[in-house]
Structure formats: C-alpha cells, structure tokens
C-alpha cells in the first residue's frame, strides 16, 4: 500500500449567496462538453493533475472540465468514501474491519485521509498554477455516505434518522473548508461540485443489508432524501460552487428526485437508464436540468481498451431523440466515462478521455445537423 505523505431552491445560476470568503457564484454558463468522473490510476499525484489538465483543459473543440484527480488505489482514506467523510464538520471518523465508522474523535485513518487530500490539492495548486477556467471536484454524497459509514454500534448510519440528517447538515458545511481550500488552490478558478450518489438506489428501494447480514434495511422515503441533498447541494452552492451535479450512475437512479433536489446537472449511465428512465431524462432537461451521460466502455475493457466514438454518440443519441428531445439539445449534454479510470493504465486513461472528446464532438456534429 502506498504510504500517505505526512503531514434553499433550485438555483441554476448560482445566485444563492456565497459562505464567508467566497466569491459569489459566477453567472458564466458552464461550457464543458466532456469530463472524468474523478478516478485516476495511481501514481505521482503531480504528474496526474498535470495529465487530466492537459486532456481537459486545452482551449479546443469541444471544451472539457478538468477535475480534481481521485486515486482509490493508494489505499484507505484515498478512496470516495474516506476522502468525504474527512471533510464532515463536527463529526469524526476512523477506519474499523467492517468499514468507516463514526467515532467520539478522529483516528489515525482521518488523519491520513487529510494527508492525501493535502497532498492532492499542493499537486493541484502546482500543475494548475495560473488556470482560470472552470474545474470540477468530486464527493461522495449524503446518502452513500450513510449508507457506507457505521455508527458506534456497527449498523449503518442510514438506519437511523438522526444520523441521516446530522451527515447531511455536516457534509454541506464540511464544503464550505473545502471548497475555499481549493479557492486558495487554484485562486482563478470557477468551481463545479460533484455529488456521488452510487448507493441512492439501494437507500431508495430497500436493498441494504443490516449489519448482522440479516435482512435488509427499511427504504427511506424519496422525499427524505430530496432534503437531504437539498442541503447539501444548497451547502454547495453557498461555498461557492458554479454548478452542482449529482451523479448517480447504476440502474434505477432517481432522477427525477435529483432533479427536485435543485441539481444543475444529473450524472447517470446511459447504458442502464431503460425506458422509464429516459423519459426521466427527458423531463428534466425540458426543465433546464444538463444530462451528464456516462457512455460505456467497450466490451474489452478489460484489456485497457476505450469506449468506440461512434458507439458512444449513439449511446446517447439514439434513445435521446426515441424520446422526443430535440437533436440541438445534443450540444448541451456533458458525457463522462461510465464510471471511474482508476482501474486502467495510465495511458488507457488518457485515451479514453481522448476518445470521450471524439464522441463529444460526434455529437455536436448530430446536434448541428
């Protein structure tokens, strides 16, 4: 394992107010065509940024959204889950057998969690040093949170309504630090805040486990998770973020709950939307809502191999016109990989983000025509 170094209503415009030291959100919209998910091969987390910065960020056609570099594979603390859950204000964390767990006060695994968010944002601060364009950071979301971290009693924090609330309210002034840490970071840039949301379906539907492996846990209502990522997507916004996506990519993700939640944008796979869940979709970008399309990789993958371009504009062109929307609407869809890069090589990754601006500019070409 690689060692740590030591150490309020939809508002699309972003014109809630700003927290204490942050610049009022800009009004620019945000231009991005194509983006990462976050994940990043391990490696030197210079040399990383540096990459992701160099794909993303040239000044080209269609215009990309560098982000924040996530690499899971350094080992605990590095991955979504124990990176945002060092963020939480007023609530600690520390490492167990059975997971993340909340804890009286923070523990060594905390610590080391902070060391590599440090570490990652001097990295940043290096390799972005004068960029003045937008750049997008990544968190887990207040639902995978509790469904991922456990109380003192080994159960899931999702179990209990208090600690549902108390993660939410948490998480959105944890953003408030981090979001001005990376102000400091990078003092030219307009910050878009990723929420990731993996586990809602499951929340929603009932399909967690109990800690004991008996049973499941009871499905929390709809309209308690919209407030709850209210909150945080509200939180979001008051620290400074631009635009606030949530992304949700396996089957059954709510869209229409994100959407009521007060997103700008919705993340999903498009590969595992279905029937109902384009025509999810399709309502909430005639209500102003960007599609994040997350396109499939091909079906060697494994090997390394990226996502076909022409295979990847029909991922998204296809079912998008079957329901109804109009083709130059195609312009403003944002398409991603379907999930993260950090199970590839370096150089797969880059190639897919690569070809992901291909399919990009594919679609922009069926959006035009």
Do not use: I, N
Not at 143 to 160: K, M, N, P, Q
Not at 304 to 320: F, I, K, L, Q, Y
Not at 327 to 349: I, Q, Y
């Amino acid at each position: 394992m690689t060692q740590p170094p030591h150490g309020a209503p939809h508002d699309p415009l972003g014109t809630a107010g700003a927290a204490d030291g942050a610049e009022p959100a800009s009004r620019e919209p945000l231009l991005a065509r194509v983006t990462g998910t976050g994940g990043w091969p391990a490696g030197d987390p210079l040399e990383a940024a540096r990459t992701v910065l160099g794909e993303l960020g040239e000044p080209t056609t269609p215009p990309g959204l560098p982000h924040v570099v996530e690499m899971p594979a350094r080992g605990p603390g590095s991955e979504p889950v124990g990176r945002t859950a060092a963020l939480l204000a007023g609530l600690a964390v520390d490492l167990q057998p059975s997971g993340w767990r909340l804890v009286d006060r923070p523990g060594r695994d905390a610590a080391r969690a902070d060391a590599w968010r440090r570490a990652d944002l001097d990295a940043l601060a290096e390799a972005a040093d004068g960029w003045d364009g937008p750049l997008k950071a990544q968190v887990a979301g207040p639902w995978t949170l509790a469904a991922s971290l456990r109380l003192h009693r080994g159960e899931r924090a999702v179990s209990d309504a208090g600690a549902r609330r108390d993660l939410a309210e948490s998480l959105a002034e944890g953003l408030v630090d981090h979001l001005a840490a990376l102000r400091r970071a990078v003092p030219g840039a307009r910050w878009v805040v990723q929420l990731d949301e993996p586990s809602l379906p499951s929340v929603l539907d009932g399909r967690l486990r109990r800690s004991s492996g008996f049973g499941h846990l009871e499905p929390v209502r709809p309209e308690e998770v919209e407030v709850a990522l209210r909150t945080v997507v509200a939180g979001a916004r008051r620290a400074g973020a631009t635009d606030v996506v949530v992304r949700c990519g396996g089957a059954g993700a709510p869209v229409g709950v994100l959407v009521a939640a007060g997103a700008d944008g919705v993340g999903v796979d498009v590969d595992r939307l279905g029937t109902p869940g384009w025509d999810a979709v399709a309502a909430a970008v005639e209500a102003g809502v960007r599609l994040w399309a997350g396109v499939p990789s091909s079906s060697a993958a494994a090997a390394g191999t990226t996502p076909d371009v022409e295979a990847a504009r029909d991922a998204v062109a296809v079912p998008w016109r079957r329901v109804g929307l109009p083709a130059a609407g195609l312009a403003d869809v944002v398409l991603t990989p379907a999930g993260g890069l950090e199970d590839r090589s370096p150089a797969a990754a880059r190639a897919a983000l690569r070809r992901l601006r291909g399919a990009a500019e594919a679609l922009g070409e069926v959006a035009a025509a």
